[in-house]
């Protein structure tokens, strides 16, 4: 079936490096996708998240692109941080905007980044 | 005040138990979701409901019933539990109607099941 996933299952930064984290999906019906980081021991927290009709949008010290052409999903972290540390999950919506209840998030597998001080 | 809270955070119980997960959310919400993550990380959905209205049933053994008294709540309920039922559960809500920037979903901290 159609999921999301991601390409690297760990990732390990230097502090103060720029992180980048990558994630390929292949449902070309979706049209929303958010970024998540997952604590120990805590829920998923949403950081950003971008809509098909964008390639590009950009947070405090984040950063997520989106190419539609290749279905390909990354988010930037800037200045890593210990406090980055943590499993972080891309997903993917379809159907925003629209009136309708039941919406699906469904989950890549995540990416476990581990900042080295 | 914790938007999405869920009782117990740990449960520890012996096969063939039943047992129950309580989720409540102070966001004025629609739709409320459980979600499972297994021992790799992966988040798969189980259910979701939108104004006390089951909308999503995944193949999730029937032995798995959530319940949802008003749209504040979505409680799971899991009879005779077994050994693969340890895992992590989440519980999640969304307002869904295409309103506010924020489409995506409010997850509480979590439910570490393990059946011994």
């Known amino acids: 079936g159609e999921s999301v996933g991601l390409h690297l299952p760990t990732l390990s930064v230097q502090e103060g490096d720029n992180s980048i984290i990558n994630c390929a999906y292949s449902?070309?019906?979706?049209?929303?996708f958010i970024w998540y980081k997952q604590e120990s021991g805590k829920g998923p927290q949403f950081i950003i998240d971008?809509?098909?009709?964008?390639d590009k949008r950009q947070g405090q010290r984040v950063t997520v692109l989106l190419n539609k052409t290749v279905k390909h999903l990354s988010l930037q972290i800037a200045a890593t941080q210990p406090g980055d540390s943590a499993v972080y999950f891309c997903?993917?919506?379809?159907?925003?905007?629209?009136?309708?209840?039941?919406?699906?998030?469904?989950f890549g597998e995540g990416t476990q980044l581990t900042v080295n001080p | 005040d914790t938007a999405v809270s869920q009782t117990p955070k740990y449960l520890v119980t012996q096969m063939g138990n039943d047992k129950s997960i309580k989720c409540e959310q102070n966001?004025?919400?629609?739709?409320m979701y459980w979600y499972k993550q297994d021992s790799k990380k992966f988040l798969k959905i189980m259910f979701s409901?939108?104004?006390?209205?089951?909308?999503i049933n995944e193949t999730v053994p029937n032995r798995f019933s959530p319940k949802s008294p008003d749209k504040a709540h979505l409680n799971l309920h899991i009879n005779s539990l077994e050994l693969g039922d340890s895992a992590v559960y989440f519980c999640?809500?969304?307002?869904?109607?295409?309103?506010?920037?924020?489409?995506?979903?409010?997850f509480g901290s979590g439910t570490r099941l393990t059946v011994v």
């Open positions: 999640a809500s969304s307002q869904d109607l295409g309103q506010g920037s924020n489409y995506g979903y409010t």
């Open positions: 449902n070309s019906a979706s049209d929303y």
């Open positions: 971008i809509r098909s009709n964008m």
């Open positions: 997903a993917e919506n379809k159907g925003f905007g629209e009136e309708t209840s039941g919406s699906r998030l469904t």
């Open positions: 966001l004025g919400h629609d739709t």
């Open positions: 409901y939108n104004n006390k209205e089951l909308i």
